[in-house]
């Protein structure tokens, strides 16, 4: 890649594996435990997630300097997420990569 | 559609309006013409304002609160391409289609 | 917009609407009403169908000939997708959205 | 991740990686060296493959039967791209990302 900070490329690399994680947890995990895992407000965050985090990578990728905006929203709603499958439960690696997705957003927001 | 207010759906439709002419318009006119039609900084901007126009529609058709954020994004990307479309020159659809998509965001955002 | 024919442009405008009515009623009406609706097969598809038109006229903006490919693609979930949605029932707009995004792709793969 | 094979799993990895790559290249190198590199067919081409990457992994992500279309499409884009950007070259990075993901991708179609 070019141009882009290391700090950047870890960035998009976080945002990536954030989206991939909570949209592939949302569309078999949750889909298929049912109950609170598809109770509505739950399974938009996680939808949410998804995009934002797959958002804010092509910013960045695009090379536009609004990708701070994307980035400070990323890191809100990966909180969130993060927030509300721990108190679901069994999510574990969706709260992780919630987490280290948004301390990494938080970064290019300066 | 269901729940979305009046406003919200036209919203929406803003959005996936502005987002098919800020795409459609870059990866045709604006190749196709060179100079500055291709100068990083306006194509850039182009293709930022596309992204965002859908993920705003997208968020709001997620149905999740957190669309008053992007579409707060959306509206100051959308101003900011119109700027752009109209010093350039020749891109009188652009610039009507970012300026009404950030009329519609901004009553989002309240 | 420019170049494109007006039977892309019905095209990209039908992709976009079905795309809508597909992530809107999928993230509303099936969440809430839960059961049947947020059975993953079904869930899935409805997911599926609105990423595929939100591609298909993706690729029809981009202006590249592989839409062709996407179309045929989109055409076939959507068909899939109507037959699902009438089968499970209360789900009307989106049978006729994917019905006639599913004509219009077709005319797209000559 | 649940449910995916290694052999999935491993696919949605290289989609998101060409995507990285193709859309980064397109939007920094190819956008900054001008000449070839924004001529339209190329340009297209890159946006093209970049999509078609991003799409594929959220089929697979998504959990749904018919990602075997999209890697089947995806495979055969990604070979173009990697054949056009061998002959402009000066994009040995986005060469190999396209070829990777390609057999990767003609795996999932069996």
Redesign the interface.
């Known amino acids: ?4 900070s290391k700090e950047m490329q870890n960035c ?1 690399d976080q945002c ?1 594996s954030c989206y ?2 909570c ?3 949302a ?3 949750c ?2 435990m ?1 109950g609170k895992h ?1 109770e ?1 407000a739950h ?3 996680m ?2 997630c998804a ?2 985090c ?2 804010s ?3 960045m ?4 300097p ?1 990708h701070k ?2 980035c400070r ?1 990323c890191a ?2 990966c909180e969130e997420c993060a927030t509300d499958c721990e108190t679901i439960g069994s999510m574990d ?1 969706c709260v992780q990569a919630c987490r280290s997705c948004a301390d990494s957003c938080r970064k290019m927001t300066a």
Do not use: S
Request: net charge negative; hydrophobic share 45%; proline share 2%.
């Open positions: 890649m070019h141009q882009q998009i990536l991939k994680i949209l592939g947890t569309m078999t995990h889909l298929e049912g598809v509505p399974f938009r965050l939808m949410a995009e934002a797959q958002t990578a092509h910013f990728l695009i090379n536009t609004h905006h994307t929203e809100e709603i690696e």
